[in-house]
């Protein structure tokens, strides 16, 4: 019988760049060349959600990785030189950063190593949660043109940090750049760039080395392959410090993106008030006639209860009553919500700040264990001293929209009961007392904003002199138009009198004449220039320890995509050890190449280089063939590591109208070799090639020849079980489970099911609560949430069986597949359990 069990099919309109397997839930993600991202589900390949691509992201995909807790998915944009993570229990975007080069490769390493270090430092994470206060969410009516903001999402942003144990996000570019970014968003080391373009890389799980595979260009225009291994003991060495300022600065780059997205919230929310200042106050000063002062004109209102016909027409006409008190309405709601923005976000957001900083100026000040990762004092005191500025300016910005509120109101009372006394209308009693203080409190906010020399253009051309909030909000380095009076402020007085405090560093400065866009900006350079200083030392300490020129590869006659390119590498975490697989088919088609290196580069491995022989010689007991004795001779198309002890292959035979084969080979008895092998320095491996050893290769049960379909590229994952084969169009996919085998023919499976549903009663009897196998529906039942779309088990089968595939009904399905020790759910049960109205998504258990 065929080994595997085919468990879906699926042919998509667009062409699939690169798939990648979730490496802890039957997922599958799919970059197509539309810049499309799709995620589907192992069961039936349904599809879970697509991320389409956008102007502000990008549309060329050219890297794709998976958190290894399998609930981040990071991808990178080639055309707008960004990498994206994205969540997966929806298609959104939760954090966007800014390559200097576009990004050709990527991993996503998780640390194994223990360290009796991290459990005083998870202390310190739940101290720092009793100290601070919990950030505030974002409102979820506002929107930008590059993000939408939710709760949700902003809870999901301050969560990205995921576990404690440190997991590293390694980024290989095209001008041979590689850069390492702790959980994903901070940059830990930038590391001098390497000869040639990198085509991939591995990061070994204890920080030891890393591997990159290079790709230089020869004279002829032939990719010349080469193996680099890079030293990273630092990184390794200093791994409980690493951990802690890691943590420490992704919690500062995380608070950064939170007062980015809260100041945006805030500028929405402004640019509705001045679109109605603009429409109303300020046209009457564009468009009136008479040679008299604004503030004039207001005035004679006030105190003598007559305007001219020009304001009069302009009061009663075009302002109208009800659109007054609109616009009061409006600027009194807008300017409230600015203001809790700036105190449960702003303020918060930078107190968390201070005391994030503050900690990383306390693990500084150890230099035995923190000065090699290149940690100073001297620049995370002006971070500090920056984010005091910033807020600083906050409080201000408090002070001027609470002045604002109160002018306004004041000012909109007034004019509401002259513009009624103005049409004969009833004034409400309570609004025409007056008394002489509400008076001299009018005119001097007339005094105040419609005097001549305030009365100013700005850039549009129209007046602004009224409105003071907007100007802290406006992203540019003039200087503020109406700056903060500071007369018969004390503390300002004291601090100008005294020569010792007012240049001390123990004070922030308060920049009055510039905007909190401008003070926001300062701060954002000096946590830069503060975070980037360690990722230079560490870079800087990273040495290229070999680099071993594999082999020169033919041009691609098929322009396949750069992703699914040999060689492919794997990291044994168990062994610390690398693994690289690739082939020569200039040397020797029909082989297949494995190179093993110590993770640790001071680590000397006999035996690096071996080779397999792709001929297949059948067993006598082999039944597919009536030829029990023929020989075949394959090539190999792709391989992937599926385990540490198993390696996939895709193979295609050499004789006319031949079936690719999908196989699995096990790594130990092919590594084990008698002869041994000596690399020549300075000379490539494929001009060795006839010294390299070669094993032979018997292929067992471990195969299923993959009738009707033209396979090319295989991805899989050892610990989920799974396999997708991609054909040579790059559009047709099938999906396997590895560890099931297919029965062969139709009579024994309905054999089988009979004696399955015979046997039911008693099974069902016998099993335990630890007795039942979680099979492919077992999966799909802890996968499929309340949110899947309905799928009967008849349609289900007719989308999934191709052409060639022989349709069961669905008590014949279910009953063929129950082995022994399984529940049997008929079809109505398994509905009703697995899926829920509405759309798919994963549900907590899965997570």
Known sequence: MPAFRQVGEKQLPNTVLFMAWS??????????????????????????????????????????????????????????K?????????????????????????????????SSALGSFCQSEDESKLFLPKLASLPKSYSTTSMLFSEEKSDKIMNLLGEVRLNILALGGDAGNVELYAYGMYKIASLAPVSGRCRSLSLASDLKSLVVITEVRSAEDHPEISFVQLDTGLL????????????????????????HLSLT????????????????????????????????????????????????ALLVNQLTVKGLKKLGQTIESSYSS??????????????????????????????????????????????????????????????????????????????????????????????????????????????????????????????????????????????????????????????????NLKDSPMLFPSFPQKSLHYVKRLMENAIELCLQKPAEVIGKSVKQAVCLPLYTAPVSPNNAPALFQLPSLWNDKKANMHYVAFCMPHLSPHKLYLLRQAS????????????????????????????????????????????????????????????????????????????????????????????IPCQGLVLGTQRRRLEGMKAQFVAVNGVREVACVLSDNLRHLRVFEMDVEDEDDEAGEQHNASADHNGL??????????????????????????????????????????????????????????????????SHQASEQELGPGDQRLDSQEL
């Open 23 to 80: 490496p802890r839930r039957d997922l599958i993600a799919l970059a197509s060349t539309t810049g499309e991202l799709l995620l589907h589900r192992l069961v039936n390949f349904q599809r879970v959600w697509s991320l389409a691509p956008s102007e502000h992201i990008g549309k060329e995909i050219s890297a794709l990785a998976w958190r290894p807790d399998g609930k981040i998915l990071a991808f990178s944009l080639g055309d707008t």
């Open 82 to 114: 960004q990498v994206v993570l994205c969540g997966v229990e929806k298609a959104e975007v939760l954090h966007v950063f800014l390559m200097q080069n576009p990004v050709s490769c990527m991993c996503w390493m998780e640390v194994t190593g223990e």
């Open 236 to 259: 390794s060495d200093c791994l409980p410090e690493l951990t802690r300022m890691a943590r420490k600065f992704t919690h500062i780059s995380t608070l950064m993106q939170y007062l």
């Open 265 to 312: 919230c805030m500028c929405e929310a402004w640019e509705e008030i001045l679109m109605q200042m603009d429409l109303r106050l300020t046209k009457f000063v564009q468009e009136k006639n008479t040679s008299t002062q604004v503030q004039d004109e207001f005035l004679e209102l006030l105190l003598w209860g007559q305007s001219s016909p020009e304001l009069q």
């Open 338 to 499: 600015i203001q809790k923005l700036v105190i449960s976000h702003l303020q918060s957001g930078s107190e968390a700040l201070l005391y994030h900083l503050s900690e990383v100026k306390g693990m500084s000040l150890w230099k035995k264990k923190f000065q090699p990762l290149g940690l100073h004092s001297a620049a995370i005191e002006d971070a500090i001293t920056a984010v005091g500025s910033f807020s600083l300016k906050t409080s201000e910005l408090l002070q001027v929209i609470d002045k604002s509120m109160k002018n306004f109101k004041a000012f909109f009372r007034w004019l509401y009961v002259a513009m009624l006394r103005m049409c004969d209308e009833h004034v409400p009693p309570e609004l025409n007392k007056m008394t002489q203080k509400d008076i001299s409190f009018v005119a001097d906010f007339l005094s105040e904003h419609f005097s001549e020399n305030e009365q100013l253009f700005d850039r549009k051309g129209k007046y602004f002199n009224i409105e003071r909030v907007g100007q802290y909000l406006k992203d540019e380095d003039e200087d503020l138009v109406s700056p903060p009076s500071t007369r018969g402020n004390q503390w300002v007085k004291f601090l100008q009198d005294s020569t």
């Open 600 to 691: 640790d580069p001071n680590r000397h491995v006999p035996n690096c280089v071996t080779s397999i022989d792709l001929s297949h010689h059948l067993d006598a007991g082999d039944s597919e063939n009536l030829d029990a004795r023929a020989h075949h001779v394959y090539s190999c198309l792709d391989a992937r590591f599926y385990s540490d002890d198993m390696l996939t292959v895709v193979l295609q035979g050499q004789e006319d109208n031949a079936c690719s084969v999908l196989a699995q080979l096990p790594l130990p008895s092919t590594l084990h070799c008698d002869n041994h092998f000596v690399w020549k320095c300075n000379t490539s491996l494929d001009q060795q090639g006839g010294a």
């Open 761 to 826: 009663d008693v099974s069902m009897q016998e099993l335990g609560p630890s007795d039942r196998r979680p099979d492919s529906r077992d999966a799909s039942e802890q996968v499929l949430g309340l949110g899947d779309q309905r799928l009967d088990s008849h349609q289900a089968s007719e989308q999934e069986l191709g052409p060639s595939d022989q349709r069961l009904d669905s008590q014949d399905a279910s009953e063929q597949e129950l082995g022994p020790g399984d529940q049997r759910l008929d």
